[in-house]
């Protein structure tokens, strides 16, 4: 009776955790910061991103995301964390990608 109950139990807990996981979004965009002069406007972004699959589709739609948003800026700087804790505590981004534009 103890074992059905702990194995009831135990496959409960683990569809709620794939049920929180699979409603999480891809990537949730933390921080941006923008800096600018009369010819350039420099962008940084914090990103958490919580599905690693099809990373570079990712960072693509984070990148139109944010041009559609506030325009394009000379330089877009994303930063790629694994979570807010990482941020907090200053660990450095496990991936760090820059878009360069041309300047008009």
Known sequence: MKRKKFVICTILCLFLAVAYYISLPDYFIVNSMSFSSETTRETE????????????????SIEQEHNKINGTP???????????WHIRHGIEPFKTVIFQYKQK
Do not use: A, Q
């Open 74 to 84: 000379t330089t877009l700087e994303v930063r790629l964390y694994y979570s807010r």
């Open 45 to 60: 972004i914090k990103v958490v991103v919580y599905k690693y699959w099809n990373l570079n589709e990712t960072i693509k």
